[in-house]
């Protein structure tokens, strides 16, 4: 939300210079934009495996709220895979929650964690609560970034759902001879959607899609950006006590 719309982009270095930016790509349903700034040579973060993060680690955020340059400010990862609305209403999922102060100035800025890996990039704060901040995850990032670089959009299949990433019982990874120990659980399905024409169900963890496992929603997301799209797929689940196969054709989101 900070970089979509704007008429010029520019940097400030570390150094006190200020150079031009050049926006790659924006894409308002993840809130992340990639922007190319005229500058060599400069020092960059090293992205960190959000799938990684822990529940009372530390985090750190870094930003500039309102124009106090270069401000740090620390705490903890409060919860993993929460959700919230992006600007342009579509669900964001496999949000980092932290009590890192955030305020208006810090979006677009780096959650890092003790060893400096970028973890997330922060991009909302709920009003008038204090210590109740979000970041999109860097595995998102990543993927998105990486979208914009080589087509300037980010195409996205469509399933019609909600889900989260759900850990599994040892036993119920055993029993099925799972490849993965966690999955995504269903938490809604819009109606008339390929998901639900599929018959996946609120409540099934979806565990495959095709020959890929699924892990959770950064695996499902990845899968389904760009390459699935109008193909039918066989979509694995977990419902009950049972392992279902269902056939599923994404369709390309218009969002």
């Known amino acids: ?3 979509g719309g704007a008429s010029a982009l520019q940097a400030t270095l570390p150094d006190g210079r200020t150079v031009e930016g050049e926006l790659v790509g924006d894409d308002p349903d993840s809130d992340l934009a990639v922007v190319k700034i005229g500058a060599d040579g400069l020092p960059y973060g090293r992205l960190g495996d959000s799938t990684r993060v822990r529940v009372g680690q530390v985090a750190i955020a870094i930003g500039s709220p309102y124009g106090f340059q270069h401000t740090v400010t620390a705490g903890i990862v409060s919860a993993l895979g929460r959700s919230m609305r992006g600007a342009t ?11 890192a102060a955030l305020n208006p100035g810090n979006s677009g800025g780096p959650l890092v964690d003790s060893a400096g890996a970028v973890i997330g990039v922060n991009t909302a704060v709920i009003l008038p609560a204090q210590g109740i901040c979000f970041a999109i995850a860097s595995n998102t990032a990543e993927r998105v970034a990486i979208a914009l670089i080589r087509e300037g959009r980010v195409r996205r299949a469509y399933l019609g759902i909600s889900a989260q990433d759900l850990p599994l019982l040892r036993r119920v990874v055993r029993h099925f001879d799972l490849p ?7 938490e809604a399905v819009t109606r008339d959607s390929p998901a639900a024409q599929a018959g996946i169900r609120v409540g099934d963890v979806i565990v495959a899609l095709g020959d890929t496992p699924i892990a959770g929603v950064d695996d499902l997301q990845r899968v389904l950006t760009g390459g699935r799209i109008g ?3 066989e979509v694995i689940v977990l419902r009950r006590d049972q ?3 269902l056939s599923v054709t994404p369709r390309e989101s218009n969002h």
């Open 243 to 245: 392992r279902v196969a």
């Open 231 to 233: 193909d039918t797929v």
């Open 1 to 3: 939300h900070v970089a």
């Open 180 to 186: 993965r120990e966690s999955g995504a659980r269903v």
């Open 89 to 99: 209403g579509r669900l964001l999922d496999n949000i980092i929650q932290t009590d």
